[in-house]
């Protein structure tokens, strides 16, 4: 036995060998994995034996159930400034960076100092400027940091922290002691996404991370929501997440969130100050909000008090925080302390506010405004980091970050020098970082690759708490000096280690506590109007494609010698033109339409754009709907955009993609009818849905049903309508204009018929919040029931194209007046101030 161990002994350690064959640190920096002698560091053993356990094929094969949940999840990011503006997937290290007990507490006890430090330097820079006055800190940086607002100073915090979330990001040094290279107090991001790559990587590995008792991520956010939710003196407040909206670069991680933490999530034109108190607009009237967590920049906040071009922020809401109605975390100005330039300040602040010897060091740091500093800098040129000390556009710096004087050439380096001499104010230098490396599996192997961990520092009723993980971002290069998700960096887990048993924690109460209710949140006007849109655009794509799918078949008939339909074809490519699928230009050449029709990215009709609208809309309410519903669409949206790059398809090739397209269709509708909550927004998707599909079949049955129609065109209007089976049942003749009439409009049993839609309009406003208490009837409510009626009493006969198109303009207005109600900007009159809650 003994001998049978020992062989295994042997063949684990080749494994292991091999698993480090290519793994070559660089000279002079610190490795997270190996000593200075090449032998794995104790906390990684475990990691890389369970690693060398596995095959290449296995490994790959956990890495791709790791990325198949981050894309089933539709995690993404954007890139700033990206031109194209597109969603990027989320790009995920496969091995997390390993942190053992002991190192961790030390890094713990240094954030939270520095928070307190922080929040201590913001409590005075916005309040009585003792430092200032005692020249613990120069004039000319407080004033030159564009975070800091006048109209801010003076304005209480009615927690007493200004800074309720830190962020650091952190590095280690060739001597393995860890440096702080930047602060982050405007709105960290990342925690979610840290959340995110947890999820990821412990599914992947899940018997590997319960044998490490890895540190869980749940009591710090358990945590965090607790002392927002005491910060309002409220029993049940209502907080929300307070984004710029869907083309932030991080707008999946503001949704992510909203959604894991239980806040609403709203845009600045959500609120609405009235009288020093902020509110929600909702389908129910304005509700008052109590706690904002701020994920928007201080400028864009307040457009009366700060800047007044902002069109993202909240008028008025400088002045509800100061009447203390609102809480926000983090406090406005709180990115003042976010500038490069105070780093150099912070050791004698630290002993100056807190009687404390700094913990977690800064990176060195020379503020160009002092003239021995700027000496230093002169002297030093070539070997520091030249970079704006207060994040503003220096036009001498080439680009937006810092840069190697070394690697400037003379005329870029006169400049700077030049400008460093009369606006010295301006400019920071700091050390050239040297990061510590990590391993990351690249091309089938492990290789080492410089890293920052961003750590994240959270106010508690206990006082400030640290996140025992983090978001760590790796490079996929050798080159350490900008790792940022935007320049071709991954991100990966950050498992902390307990040195005894971990409690697996869930951000939900405790079963016993739990008190049971139906009724589900307010829901913002914005968000219920992003859902009929949905809705909206979802329908008119399936309608679209219904319409490609029945040309295509009468195309490829016709190809194939049948009769195709002559005058059904010609009247179905021009209703794709004049509901702009198709370019007009195409008209004449049949072969050609359905293939536009699909995958048209120009106009405002093709199932392409249509897709794409819905998915617009779906995106900017992530926070309201699963994985399984948004990824019909996105499957969708993916499906036309790779028919775009083929040949063009023949007509039958473009009926094969639409039946696979309409899949797609199935698919969502099946998550929205079996899925989505029947008290919650999917009444205002399906509303969307019926309004889009009565009038496209008003419009259908107008186009194709005329008194003069032929056969053909008639057996349309059942293909469109689902209704053959139906037809045929009740009718043993051929296609006939008066039955057909009535299946498409006036049956109120037709799951496609003009009336069913109205009569599932009017159940849906029954359910829907009353704006009246007088007992009238609302406009949208009178008009539904007015239609309703008017479709229940008539009768086929009496139906020609005039009394078709009043149908349809009917269910237009019906739309019209249903925005109003329920997307409109809530007013403070008097219908909405008594409701104010």
């Known amino acids: 036995m003994a001998g049978l161990a020992t062989q295994e002994q042997r063949r684990s350690g080749e494994r292991l060998q091999r698993l480090l064959a290519g793994y070559r640190p660089q000279s002079g920096v610190f490795d997270e994995l190996l000593d200075a002698d090449g032998r794995p560091r104790p906390h990684w053993s475990t990691l890389l034996n369970t690693l060398a356990d596995h095959t290449g094929g296995e490994l790959e094969a956990r890495f791709a159930t790791a990325d198949r949940y981050l894309r089933d999840s539709g995690v993404f990011y954007r890139v700033q400034d990206d031109p194209t503006g597109g969603e990027r997937p989320w790009p995920l290290a496969h091995v997390p960076l390993v942190i053992p007990a002991a190192e961790w507490r030390g890094l713990e006890r240094g954030l939270i100092q520095r928070a307190r430090l922080l929040d201590a330097v913001l409590d005075d820079v916005f309040g009585p400027g003792q430092l200032i006055k005692d020249g613990a800190l120069p004039a000319t940086l407080v004033a030159g940091n564009r975070e800091f607002h006048p109209a801010l100073r003076g304005v209480p915090v009615k927690t007493g922290r200004r800074l309720a979330f830190y962020a650091a990001d952190l590095g280690r040094g060739p001597d393995g002691r860890w440096w702080v290279l930047s602060d982050r107090a405007q709105a960290p991001s990342g925690s979610g996404y840290a959340l995110e790559n947890r999820i990821a990587l412990a599914g992947a590995f899940a018997d590997l991370f319960g044998r490490l008792s890895v540190e869980r991520l749940a009591p710090f956010f358990q945590a965090f929501r607790d002392g927002l939710a005491a910060a309002s003196g409220r029993d049940e407040p209502r907080i929300g997440v307070l984004t710029p909206g869907p083309l932030n670069e991080t707008y999946f991680e503001h949704a992510y969130l909203a959604r894991y933490l239980g806040f609403v999530l709203v845009e600045g034109g959500d609120l609405v100050e009235n009288d020093g108190t902020v509110y929600v607009r909702t389908v129910e009237g304005l509700k008052r909000a109590d706690v904002l967590l701020r994920r928007l920049d201080t400028d864009f906040a307040d457009p009366l008090e700060l800047n007044a071009a902002s069109h993202i922020g909240v008028p008025g809401l400088v002045e509800a925080i100061r009447r203390g109605t609102l809480t926000l975390a983090n406090s406005l100005g709180s990115g003042f302390v976010e500038s490069p330039a105070l780093m150099s300040f912070l050791p004698g602040l630290a002993r100056r506010l807190l009687k404390e010897e700094l913990?977690?060091?800064?990176?060195?740091?020379?503020?160009?405004?002092?003239?021995?500093?700027?000496?230093?800098?002169?002297?030093?040129?070539?070997?520091?980091?030249?970079?704006?000390?207060?994040?503003?556009?220096?036009?001498?710096?080439?680009?937006?970050?810092?840069?190697?004087?070394?690697?400037?050439?003379g005329k870029t380096r006169a400049d700077i020098l030049e400008w460093m001499e009369r606006r010295g104010v301006d400019l920071v230098a700091q050390e050239v970082v040297h990061?510590?490396?990590?391993?990351?599996?690249?091309?089938?192997?492990?290789?080492?690759?410089?890293?920052?961990?961003?750590?994240?520092?959270?106010?508690?009723?206990?006082?400030?708490?640290?996140?025992?993980?983090?978001?760590?971002?790796?490079?996929?290069?050798?080159?350490?000096?900008?790792?940022?998700?935007?320049?071709?960096?991954?991100?990966?887990?950050?498992?902390?280690?307990?040195?005894?048993?971990?409690?697996a924690v869930s951000l939900l109460p405790a079963p016993d506590k739990v008190r049971v209710h139906r009724a589900n949140a307010s829901l913002p006007s914005r968000a219920a109007d992003n859902l009929f849109w949905l809705g909206r655009y979802w329908e008119r794509t399936d309608i679209t494609l219904r319409l490609v799918r029945a040309l295509s078949a009468r195309l490829s008939e016709a190809v194939?010698?049948?009769?195709?339909?002559?005058?059904?074809?010609?009247?179905?490519?021009?209703?794709?033109?004049?509901?702009?699928?198709?370019?007009?230009?195409?008209?004449?050449?049949?072969?050609?339409?359905?293939?536009?029709?699909?995958?048209?990215?120009?106009?405002?009709?093709?199932?392409?754009?249509?897709?794409?609208?819905?998915?617009?809309?779906?995106s900017a309410i992530r926070e309201r709907l699963s994985g399984d519903t948004l990824r019909p669409i996105d499957e969708l949206v993916a499906l036309l955009d790779a028919a775009r790059s083929d040949e063009e398809l023949t007509p039958p090739e473009a009926h094969a993609l639409t039946e696979r397209a309409m899949r797609e269709i199935a698919a969502l509708n099946g998550f929205i009818f079996d899925s989505l909550n029947r008290r919650g927004g999917w009444r205002f998707i399906d509303v969307g849905r019926r309004i889009e599909r009565a009038v496209a079949i008003a419009r259908l049955t107008r186009q194709f049903g005329e008194p003069t129609a032929t056969p053909d065109m008639l057996d349309l209007i059942l293909e469109i309508t689902d209704s053959q089976i139906t037809y045929r049942r009740r009718y043993l003749f051929g296609a006939a204009?008066?039955?057909?009439?009535?299946?498409?409009?006036?049956?109120?049993?037709?799951?496609?018929?003009?009336?069913?839609?109205?009569?599932?309009?009017?159940?849906?406003?029954?359910?829907?919040?009353?704006?009246?208490?007088?007992?009238?009837?609302?406009?949208?409510?009178?008009?539904?029931?007015?239609?309703?009626?008017?479709?229940?009493?008539?009768?086929?006969?009496?139906?020609?194209?005039?009394?078709?198109?009043?149908?349809?303009?009917?269910?237009?207005?019906?739309?019209?007046?249903?925005?109003?109600?329920?997307?409109r900007q809530n007013r403070l009159d008097g219908s909405d101030v008594k409701g104010l809650t």
């Open 359 to 409: 913990i977690l060091p800064s990176v060195a740091t020379w503020w160009c405004g002092q003239p021995q500093a700027r000496e230093t800098v002169r002297a030093e040129f070539d070997a520091r980091v030249i970079g704006s000390a207060f994040g503003r556009r220096i036009p001498v710096l080439p680009g937006q970050g810092g840069t190697i004087g070394a690697d400037l050439d």
């Open 435 to 503: 990061l510590s490396t990590m391993p990351v599996w690249q091309a089938g192997r492990l290789v080492a690759r410089p890293f920052v961990l961003r750590a994240y520092v959270a106010a508690t009723d206990d006082g400030y708490a640290v996140m025992p993980g983090g978001f760590c971002r790796v490079s996929d290069t050798e080159d350490a000096r900008a790792i940022s998700m935007g320049s071709g960096a991954r991100a990966t887990d950050v498992w902390v280690l307990s040195d005894k048993p971990v409690e």
């Open 737 to 823: 204009r008066l039955p057909i009439l009535d299946l498409a409009l006036l049956d109120p049993a037709m799951p496609r018929s003009v009336a069913f839609q109205v009569n599932e309009i009017v159940a849906h406003l029954a359910a829907l919040p009353l704006d009246r208490t007088d007992g009238m009837l609302e406009p949208c409510r009178r008009l539904a029931q007015r239609l309703a009626a008017e479709l229940a009493t008539q009768e086929a006969g009496g139906i020609d194209r005039t009394r078709i198109l009043g149908f349809e303009q009917q269910v237009m207005q019906l739309s019209d007046e249903f925005s109003s109600r329920f997307f």
């Open 560 to 618: 194939s010698g049948g009769r195709g339909g002559a005058s059904a074809t010609k009247r179905l490519i021009e209703t794709l033109v004049g509901w702009d699928a198709v370019p007009a230009a195409l008209a004449g050449l049949p072969a050609n339409v359905p293939m536009a029709a699909l995958t048209e990215a120009v106009g405002t009709g093709s199932a392409l754009v249509l897709a794409r609208e819905a998915r617009r809309a779906a």
